[in-house]
């Protein structure tokens, strides 16, 4: 008896056998078990399970998508973008920290852009101005895109119920946070430093209250 | 968060969504590429070359297909065109290392010699065995990509599982209760 051949057997594993194969498959049992175990072949391949690239692949990929520009990188390029972005990250985050304390009956702090708090047309903290003023287009567009991240903390922290004394310290940990970044990047700058500090006590404030110390109301 | 909100940050250089793209899909890119290449080092330095060219086209992706089905289909044509290329170069073939290998018979030894037998085979037959058997694409997908006829395709699909059959031997693979059986056909 003439077996099949293992590439026919292998077709067989898609297609239907024809009348000569159907009728040898019949009667051989080696040859209905070579099919059956290609077709588990054929199972086993299509269940193969992904495989993890090694540990180094991201830092490679995204140290080449940088050398293109394809990624928006959040660094701040120097000292006087970490300065405005400080400033406006505090007075942003004081209003909210502020609003936190006193609940939703007083209006939220004014949430303008750094051009037009810089240009006066909403309350501002003498720092921003400071801060602002004089600043290059580049300094104000990384201030810009820090404005935004610190609006997005004040948007996902006022999401919390107002008077929830966890989600206004959760605001001062996002400040003393960020800061604390703007300091890295500027460690000897005093006006930074400064802005730390006084985060630092805010949020040490808060803690004292929260664990019923008492102390000076905060803001 | 969906590929669509990724994809819209990624299109903007966030990295952060670039990276979460990253992750979601690294494995899966890094399995068809390898699977292609048969080769460690290749895999790892075009699958990277498939995702540079999946973020530098980001700006095109339309949507119209599946964020998955667009990036499979770049890590594919990423792989093949590596493959072309390596073809006017001496062939590397893999041999993976046994310390990869776990205890006899685990689902992980399986695999590991699965593996080897798809890397082991000629380059031909491996790019149309991991296409339409691993991958599912059909042979007139196959034939589309590889610049040959669905009938071809189809013939080095069966050599391909012959040649695997064959080279698994008398290796018996219990895989998920079931066991290949070593004939004579």
Not at chain 2, 67 to 75: D, E, G, K, P
Not at chain 2, 156 to 167: D, G, I, P, T, V
């Amino acid at each position: 008896m003439s077996h099949l051949t293992r590439e026919a057997l292998a077709r067989l594993v898609d297609e239907m056998p024809d009348e000569r194969e159907r009728t040898h498959l019949e009667s051989c049992a080696g040859c209905r078990a070579e099919l059956a175990a290609l077709t588990d072949q054929r199972q086993a391949l299509a269940t193969l399970p992904d495989l993890e690239p090694g540990p180094d692949a991201w830092p490679a990929l995204r140290a080449q998508l940088r050398r293109e520009g394809l990624v928006r990188e959040r660094r701040l390029p120097g000292v006087a973008a970490a300065r405005a972005a400080a400033a406006m990250v505090l007075f942003l985050a004081g209003g909210a920290a502020g609003y936190l304390a006193r609940g939703p009956a007083d209006p939220p702090p004014s949430l303008e852009t750094p051009s037009r708090v810089a240009g006066g047309a909403a309350p501002v903290d003498p720092a921003v101005a400071a801060a602002a003023q004089g600043a290059t287009t580049d300094v104000e567009a990384s201030a810009s895109e820090a404005f935004m991240v610190a609006l997005d903390r004040y948007m996902a922290a006022t999401d919390a119920p107002p008077a929830d004394p966890a989600a206004r310290l959760a605001a001062l940990e996002n400040i003393v946070l960020t800061t604390a970044e703007a300091l890295h990047e500027a460690p000897t700058d005093p006006i930074i430093s400064s802005y730390h500090l006084s985060a630092l006590a805010q949020r040490n404030a808060v803690l004292r209250q929260l664990s019923g110390d008492g102390g000076p109301p905060v803001f | 968060m969906t590929d669509d909100e990724l994809v819209r940050r990624a299109k903007t250089g966030e990295e952060a969504a670039l990276h979460a793209l990253y992750r979601r899909y690294a494995p899966r890119v890094h399995a068809v590429v390898r699977r292609l290449a048969g080769d460690d080092a290749l895999a790892e330095d075009w699958a990277q070359e498939a995702w540079l060219r999946a973020f530098r086209a980001l700006p095109r992706f339309r949507g119209e297909a599946a964020f998955s089905t667009w990036l499979h289909r770049v890590a594919v044509n990423s792989a093949l065109q590596g493959l072309r290329s390596r073809a006017r170069h001496e062939v590397r073939e893999t041999v993976l290392p046994d310390d990869q290998a776990g205890p006899p018979e685990s689902p992980a030894t399986l695999r590991l010699t699965l593996e080897r037998a798809v890397a082991s085979l000629p380059e031909g037959m491996r790019q149309v065995l991991v296409l339409h058997d691993v991958e599912g694409f059909t042979h007139e997908e196959i034939g589309e990509m590889l610049g040959i006829a669905a009938g071809t395709s189809k013939s080095q699909l069966f050599k391909a599982r012959a040649k695997m059959r064959e080279s698994l031997g008398s290796r018996e693979m219990a895989t998920e209760g079931k066991a290949y059986v070593a004939s004579d056909a």
